[in-house]
């Protein structure tokens, strides 16, 4: 049973302050993927990997970067936290094409 | 620009009654579509998918329709159960990229379900 394990389920920032959101899946995965989750807007990607140290932009990357230096952990980081960043943030992890998502839990972060 | 639409942000039902979910797409690229439920605090889970060269998949409760000249799935949810209140993602991916896809999914906005007892 593959899990994808978010490290933080809430989390409290304040503005300005730099974020670490971890993200670690156990069954070698390649693909790994960065959502945030909003009402009315649904779950956008902001970051994903096909590999170790690759990465690829999502639709909404500004303000966001992603880490991979091991293939079970994709990490994303907010440089300088913002109000508009207050969002569910959502990981997942897929084998590849035609084999769908497994997601973490999910961290809610709220940026004051 | 919106490429999976769910454009019911909600749908109230009765229990035993038959919940319909609806999807658009607009990309002629997508040829594999998924549904993932999602409760409250939890990550969003697989529901069930089809493929293009099908038009319907079911699994038990739940079926999904799919017509690709309309650009158009909905997945019908026969009973309803009140333990299927929760927020349902349309979502689509190019299967038959060239492995560029990397099994990204695109997502619609969500609807939520809300089944009455």
């Known amino acids: 049973d593959v899990k994808v394990t978010q490290s933080s389920r809430y989390l409290v920032k304040r503005t300005g302050e730099k974020v670490f959101l971890e993200c670690v899946q156990d069954?070698?995965?390649?693909?790994m993927f960065w959502y945030r989750q909003d009402p009315g807007l649904g779950l956008r990607l902001i970051y994903f990997?096909?590999?170790?140290?690759?990465?690829e932009k999502g639709d909404i990357p500004e303000g966001y970067s992603v880490s991979r230096e091991k293939k079970e952990r994709f990490s994303l980081i907010l440089e300088s936290a913002s109000t508009n960043q207050t969002s569910m943030y959502l990981c997942a992890s897929t084998l590849g094409q035609g084999y769908g998502y497994t997601f973490g839990s999910g961290t809610r972060l709220t940026v004051v | 620009d919106q490429q999976v639409k769910q454009n019911s942000p909600s749908l109230s039902v009765q229990e035993g009654r038959i919940s319909i979910l609806n999807c658009d797409y607009t990309?002629?690229?997508?040829?594999?579509f998924l549904w993932y439920k999602k409760y409250p605090a939890e990550g969003p889970t697989f529901l069930i998918s089809i493929s293009s060269i099908k038009d319907k998949n079911e699994d038990g409760r739940f079926t999904v329709f799919l017509n690709k000249s309309a650009k158009h799935l909905s997945l019908h949810i026969v009973p309803s159960q009140p333990g299927d209140s929760a927020v349902y993602f349309c979502a689509a991916t190019p299967l038959n990229a060239g492995g560029t896809s990397y099994g990204k999914l695109t997502f619609g906005q969500g609807t939520i379900l809300t089944v009455h007892p």
């Open positions: 990309n002629s690229m997508f040829d594999y």
């Open positions: 069954m070698d995965h390649e693909n």
């Open positions: 990997s096909y590999d170790v140290k690759m990465k």
